[in-house]
């Protein structure tokens, strides 16, 4: 099972910035894409960002020019950076596989990392 551990969330202002990172156990992370995911209140989940295990990546239209998502194998990691940004970044912030890998590598949610944007 595989399990996942973010961090770098806090409070900042609009235009501000924060790297996000996500540690993940096990050994399979590095043959996997990664994706981040955001839940503001009151709305469901969406996807932010991909990376694949060679490092081709994808964004939302709406952080695109904004955020980056990276990864570190040796580290078992993954982060997002994210720049110029805004209240409507507000959310709390989680990494896991795609979904169809995510039932294979029996992967579960970890907390989260709450950002929150506001002067």
């Known amino acids: 099972q595989v399990q996942f551990v973010e961090s770098g969330g806090g409070l900042v202002q609009p235009g501000g910035s924060l790297r996000l990172s996500c540690a993940a156990s096990g050994s399979i992370f590095s043959l996997y894409p990664m994706d981040w995911y955001r839940q503001a209140p009151g709305k469901q989940r969406e996807l932010v960002a991909r990376?694949?295990?060679?490092?081709?990546?994808d964004y939302a239209d709406s952080v695109k020019g904004r955020f980056t998502i990276s990864r570190d194998n040796a580290k078992n990691t993954v982060y997002l950076h994210t720049n110029s940004l805004k209240p409507e970044d507000t959310a709390v912030y989680y990494c896991?596989?795609?979904?169809?890998?995510?039932?294979?590598?029996?992967?579960?949610w970890g907390q989260g990392t709450q950002v929150t944007v506001s002067s």
């Open positions: 896991n596989f795609p979904p169809v890998i995510r039932a294979t590598a029996q992967a579960s």
């Open positions: 990376i694949t295990s060679g490092g081709t990546t």
